[in-house]
């Protein structure tokens, strides 16, 4: 069975600073799809970033980068010139086939110190 | 993309009584999923649905107590049944495009 492990329960971070959190799934697959969503406390979830397996390439939006570590099922999530609005709940998911559904991590929680 | 609202946006129950969510997407979509996510918890899967089949249900969730229907490609409901304190969650609905995206989410609680 696919899981998915965020271990820190929650994170802080100044505003302007760069901040990481950390992700790492158990899979026997090699064809899948890793995201990070986000929820704020409105908590409608939007999707943050999306990351194929088989791209070797990091994806990069905007402030929001990934370190994906296919080797050591680990997938982080780095968020740069961080913003008061980047506060909420941050969760890693992972998806094998295009309607197949999502597992999801614990989560974490954000803060950004002003 | 894919826009996705639900009814109600929350409500609050009395223990065992039913309570019937509705979902409404703005295109066709073969897949439609349910998740719920408990006070300060991740989300789980209660079920997926496809239009003109049975909802397949994940462990630990039956259709006596989470009935699902899906009379089209747009639209799909929950009922959460004979509500107890302990169903007291969001639930949300979730469509996958070329993404997945999200419904608003049902803020239930029973009382």
């Known amino acids: 069975a696919q899981t998915v492990t965020q271990s820190q329960p929650e994170m802080s971070v100044q505003e302007a600073e760069t901040v990481t959190l950390s992700c790492t799934y158990d899979?026997?697959?090699?064809?899948?799809?890793l995201f990070w969503y986000k929820q704020p406390p409105s908590r409608q979830m939007i999707l943050v970033i999306r990351q194929e397996a088989y791209k070797q390439q990091n994806a990069t939006e905007n402030r929001f980068s990934v370190n994906f570590q296919k080797a050591a099922k680990s997938f982080s999530l780095k968020i740069s010139d961080s913003q008061l609005g980047d506060a909420a709940m941050y969760f890693c998911a992972y998806r094998t086939g295009a309607n197949s559904k999502l597992t999801f991590g614990k989560g974490i929680t954000l803060s950004v110190r002003p | 993309s894919a826009v996705i609202s639900q009814k109600p946006s929350r409500d609050i129950c009395q223990r065992g009584t039913s309570l019937t969510i509705q979902c409404q997407v703005d295109?066709?979509?073969?897949?439609m999923f349910w998740y719920r996510q408990q006070p300060g918890q991740s989300l789980t899967l209660i079920a997926t649905a496809n239009q003109g089949s049975e909802a397949t249900y994940e462990s630990g969730f039956v259709i006596d107590k989470f009935p699902i229907s899906r009379p089209n490609l747009t639209f799909s409901t929950l009922t959460v049944s004979n509500m107890s304190p302990e169903d007291s969650s969001i639930y949300l609905c979730?469509?996958?495009?070329?993404?997945?995206?999200f419904g608003p989410g049902t803020r239930l609680t029973v009382t």
């Open positions: 979730s469509v996958v495009t070329y993404e997945q995206y």
């Open positions: 899979t026997s697959e090699s064809d899948y799809y």
């Open positions: 295109s066709q979509v073969t897949m």
